[in-house]
């Protein structure tokens, strides 16, 4: 009887290949050249981490009052001409966890049915305006924001040296994979005795190009010190991008935009 197969398919290396591509399809889109991507990272940061802490503020019971907030990504989407798909991928990987923290609401909520779907739309609204500011903005560009408020350096290392080893490990998991396939060409999958070798080969692998990374990194001088280069300084726009929105939040936050909008067309209609 053959020896079954761990999860890690051969004929699964082109998604392994997909996986690298829309890790880094964020910081590609990034490069764009349009008036969201010209505006000062600080201010772009600035404005998401208002509409990130508003957007949370509301009650839990609370749905009609956090649509007129669909408006910020929507708007930025546009303007930046970022495409709707890749965007509302990644956001669909973000729901399961989501459904499963908030799925059990009803069972203990007599109005749990409400409190889900107002989970559901902050979280739909939360994670695309932060992918819409990697999108517009680039990690590096948030890095240098983040140093430009204060923040202390080793959070932004930790930060970007994350995001970059999530990708050398999916780069080492395909050269894996592929090397495995070679040497076993009639196989569909790896087999289960060769996982755990296959794992630890991973990682040694990975620790391995992450050290060589690193080293290459301090021969070019590198101190544990997060450097940017290409600073710009804050311009009229950048502010009157950060008021305008901040306003718009705020407004929509103390008022019932949706409410009142729903009145007034009433009063026209009569």
């Not at 991507?37 to 772009?44: E, I, T």
């Not at 404005?47 to 907030?69: A, D, H, K």
């Not at 350096?153 to 998991?173: A, D, P």
């Not at 999958?189 to 620790?207: A, E, H, P, Y």
């Amino acid at each position: 009887m053959p020896a079954p197969f761990i999860t890690i398919r051969i004929d699964d290396m082109s998604k392994i290949v997909d996986s690298i591509y829309n890790i880094r399809l964020l910081d590609d889109l990034a490069r764009k050249d349009t008036a969201i991507h010209r505006l000062h990272p600080v201010a772009k940061l600035l404005t998401t981490i208002v509409y990130l802490i508003v957007v949370v503020s509301f009650n839990r019971y609370e749905i009609s009052g956090l649509l007129p907030f669909v408006f910020f990504p929507m708007v930025l989407i546009l303007l930046a001409e970022l495409p709707v798909m890749p965007i509302f991928k990644r956001l669909l990987m973000v729901e399961p966890l989501i459904i499963g923290i908030g799925i059990l609401n009803p069972l203990f909520d007599p109005r749990g049915w409400i409190s889900f779907a107002s989970i559901m739309i902050k979280s739909g609204l939360t994670v695309t305006a932060c992918l819409v500011l990697v999108a517009t903005t680039g990690l590096d560009k948030i890095a240098q924001a983040l140093r430009t408020l204060k923040v202390p350096s080793i959070f932004v290392l930790q930060l970007l040296l994350t995001f970059r080893y999530i990708s050398v490990l999916i780069e080492e998991l395909a050269r894996m994979v592929r090397a495995y396939a070679l040497r076993a060409p009639q196989q569909k999958g790896v087999r289960l005795k060769d996982g755990g070798s296959f794992v630890g080969q991973l990682l040694l692998r990975t620790f391995d190009r992450a050290q060589r990374v690193y080293d290459s990194m301090r021969l070019r001088g590198f101190n544990g010190e997060y450097h940017s280069y290409g600073k710009t300084n804050i311009k009229w726009t950048d502010i009157l991008f950060f008021v305008v929105w901040s306003i718009f939040f705020i407004t929509a936050r103390i008022y019932d935009l949706p409410a009142f909008l729903g009145l007034l067309f009433e009063g026209v209609s009569n």
